[in-house]
């Protein structure tokens, strides 16, 4: 079955522009999640949904961040005014329902900002 | 309380040996410890799993050993091959909860041909 899809796979963007980050989970997956990796780093989170709803907003680096899900499926992550510090990848995973269940991954979004 | 400590930070093993990775945390209401592993390029993907209930569960030729009283696991990959040689990253949580699942900073295990 397909698993979780994340578009486009690189993007190159230009110092403040904005950028916007589309995940598509699993059919079915209430929960949903976004990281962030930088190379050769650890996964850092950013955002939490349940649903429509994010009970978890705490991993968001500041307000040029933000993050929206609809008809508790496609997940878009937007960054405004980017900064060469939003380069790294960015992962979304899905579960079945909240935690405390497998998350599966996307091959996730490369961002570059020159 | 909120974190789960990792390490080594890397690793490097000659085929056949056993990698030994070790994960800590605090909060005791965690009842739920995954490990995924990640190759260069991909994301994450579920390798095993414990709760709490249990103190040793074997896939294959990954173990995790798992000390409730010290709030400490550990993977094990018996007779390791070049193919292990990937990201290991463990991590806690509460089942059914509307909370976020905490990872460990990641180890990056070598195997050697």
């Known amino acids: 079955g397909a698993g979780v899809s994340q578009s486009p796979s690189n993007k190159v963007t230009e110092k403040g522009k904005d950028v916007e980050l589309r995940c598509d989970p699993i059919?079915?997956?209430?929960?949903l999640y976004w990281y962030r990796q930088s190379l050769g780093q650890g996964l850092e989170f950013l955002i939490y949904?349940?649903?429509?709803?994010?009970?978890?907003k705490s991993g968001l680096p500041s307000d040029r961040f933000s993050a929206e899900r609809t008809g508790g499926s496609v997940s878009t992550l937007t960054i405004q005014r980017t900064q060469q510090e939003d380069s790294a990848v960015y992962l979304c995973?899905?579960?079945?329902?909240?935690?405390?269940?497998?998350?599966?991954f996307g091959p996730g979004t490369r961002l570059t900002v020159t | 309380q909120q974190q789960v400590k990792q390490s080594p930070q890397s690793l490097i093993v000659q085929k056949g040996g056993i990698p030994i990775i070790n994960c800590a945390y605090e909060?005791?209401?965690?009842?739920?410890f995954p490990w995924y592993q990640q190759f260069p390029g991909k994301g994450p993907a579920l390798l095993i799993a414990?709760?709490?209930?249990?103190s040793e569960k074997k896939e294959g030729r990954f173990t995790i050993s798992f000390n409730k009283s010290a709030k400490q696991f550990s993977l094990h990959i018996m007779d390791s091959q070049p193919g292990d040689s990937a990201t290991y990253f463990c991590?806690?949580?509460?089942?059914?909860?509307?909370?976020?699942?905490?990872f460990g900073k990641g180890t990056r295990l070598h195997i050697l041909p």
């Open positions: 995973a899905s579960s079945l329902v909240q935690s405390g269940y497998e998350q599966y």
């Open positions: 059919s079915g997956h209430t929960a």
């Open positions: 949904f349940q649903g429509n709803s994010a009970p978890d």
């Open positions: 909060n005791t209401a965690f009842d739920y």
């Open positions: 414990i709760r709490p209930d249990v």
């Open positions: 991590a806690a949580s509460r089942v059914n909860r509307d909370d976020k699942i905490i």
